[in-house]
């Protein structure tokens, strides 16, 4: 299993900006796992973000936030990052980063390790 720990999450007001982290530690090279980011909020079903292969080359999102976040990798800092711009109230959530042996997937359970989520909270 892949150790993540997601940071960056806080309070921002609607329009703003976030850029969330996503470091694997210990002796876990996220090099060999696709990556995806996911969120959750309260009353809600744990939702699919925005995912990215080994490589950083093919990246996708979910409708929602298309054209908004960019998803992005940096294999030799062992990090994974979530560029959230022009925020809505409706993005509040907790966000979580997850690692799959496989590319291109965007299930929970397709994904076998995560971290322990960061808060994210837009204000109206």
């Known amino acids: 299993q892949v150790q993540l720990v997601e940071s960056g999450g806080g309070l921002v007001q609607a329009g703003g900006s976030l850029r969330l982290s996503c470091a694997a530690s210990g002796r876990t090279f996220i090099s060999n796992y696709a990556m995806g980011w996911f969120r959750q909020a309260p009353g809600k079903e744990r939702e699919f973000v925005a995912g990215?292969?080994?490589?950083?080359?093919?990246?996708y999102y979910a409708d929602s936030v298309e054209g908004r976040f960019t998803i992005s990798r940096s294999n030799g800092k062992n990090t994974v990052y979530l560029q959230m711009n022009s925020l809505k109230p409706e993005d509040t959530a907790v966000y979580y980063c997850?690692?799959?042996?496989?590319?291109?997937?965007?299930?929970?359970?397709?994904?076998?390790?995560w971290g322990q989520g960061t808060q994210v909270t837009v204000s109206s």
């Open positions: 997850a690692a799959d042996r496989s590319p291109g997937r965007d299930r929970p359970t397709d994904f076998g390790s």
């Open positions: 990215i292969s080994w490589s950083g080359r093919s990246t």
